[in-house]
């Protein structure tokens, strides 16, 4: 058995779970989300909790005992409270505004660069903050890393787009001619 998949799912007050034909449904103050299952995953729902288990144990089941049992956890998360990503702008004259449904970002180009949002995320700039929220912690993820992309961070001057918490290590770059 996996050791995480073993854990039980605590359904907060204000959630709905229903499980119909192979697929989960996920309702919540924030919005709904849905999985299809996979035939070899055994879902079971009693009054305030979810468990999940296989239906043969092979290495194969038990990484997607794990797995389902994290996706799920997460649509539950997602739907009572929501994930945030923050992204932090370094550098003079780079900045960020919100522009209808997009993001339009001046990161030194010559042109700024205007990025779509996805429909389920949001996004608010303070200054040089950019916040990306949403219910689906992986669109979530990936949103933060296509924006971060845009302008990685330079490991000579530090300029770019970083997340808030990341560490950006400095080169020295040259010693200089004598």
């Given amino acids: 058995m996996s050791r995480v998949g073993k854990k039980p799912i605590e359904i907060p007050k204000g959630v709905t779970v229903e499980i119909r034909n192979e697929k989960i449904l996920v309702k919540g103050p924030k919005g709904q989300l849905d999985l299809k299952l996979s035939p070899k995953v055994v879902v079971e729902r009693d009054d305030r909790q979810i468990r999940v288990s296989v239906s043969e144990e ?11 049992r994290s996706l799920i956890a997460n649509m539950v998360k997602g739907v009572a409270d929501g994930y945030e990503k923050q992204l932090e702008i370094v550098g003079i004259g780079y900045r960020a505004e919100i522009a209808g449904d997009k993001l339009r970002l001046f990161l030194g180009y010559s042109n700024p660069i205007d990025f779509p949002l996805p429909q389920g995320i949001s996004a608010k700039v303070e200054k040089t903050r950019i916040t990306i929220s949403g219910i689906d912690k992986q669109l979530v993820g990936e949103v933060a890393a296509k924006i971060r992309a845009l302008r990685r961070p330079d490991p000579y001057k530090g300029k770019g787009i970083r997340y808030v918490d990341e560490v950006i290590r400095k080169k020295a770059g040259k010693a200089g001619a004598k």
């Fill in 58 to 68: 092979n290495r194969k089941t038990k990484a997607l005992h794990g797995l389902y």
